[in-house]
């Protein structure tokens, strides 16, 4: 595996894996890499320096706190949807249905759908978001 510092078109930054030069080159040329902040595909390689890595006393970041400011307002979202919706597992486009339908009551959910079931909801008028991370697999 080789880690590229990417830069797109608009300029943002952002870092991305790849099996080896040749599959970054290959998939680029394909425009499978996208910018992770706009999806640009005009993606090229930046300027890479060594990472160096701030540590605290004890010569590590405690893998529990945030590392920069968008994994914080990451969490807090994930922490946000977790304590106010329920989640209902695969069952969530059956569900989103009946409520938009009125055949139960409205109520805050989050779950799992394949992509062919949201993009049916979202047809059909649906309010339905996805969620920028894993959902929590507890059943209420």
């Excluded at 890479?48 to 004890?58: C, F, H, L, Q, W």
């Excluded at 805050?108 to 047809?123: C, M, S, V, Y």
Aim: glycine share 8%; charged share 30%; hydrophobic share 35%.
């Amino acid at each position: 595996m080789i880690r590229y510092a990417l830069r797109c078109d608009k300029g943002h930054d952002f870092d991305g894996w790849f099996r080896s030069a040749a599959g970054f080159d290959r998939l680029n040329a394909e425009g499978q890499v996208n910018c992770s902040i706009c999806g640009s595909a005009a993606v090229e390689k930046a300027p890479m320096a060594p990472a160096v890595p701030s540590r605290d006393e004890t010569g590590a970041r405690p893998l529990d706190q945030p590392g920069s400011a968008l994994e914080a307002a990451m969490t807090m979202l994930r922490r946000h949807v977790e304590e106010n919706s329920d989640y209902v597992g695969e069952s969530f486009a059956a569900t989103a249905r009946q409520m938009h339908d009125g055949e139960i009551p409205h109520r805050l959910i989050h779950g799992e759908a394949r992509p062919d079931e949201a993009r049916k909801l979202l047809e059909d008028g649906v309010p339905v978001a996805p969620l920028p991370f894993r959902v929590t697999r507890k059943l209420s």
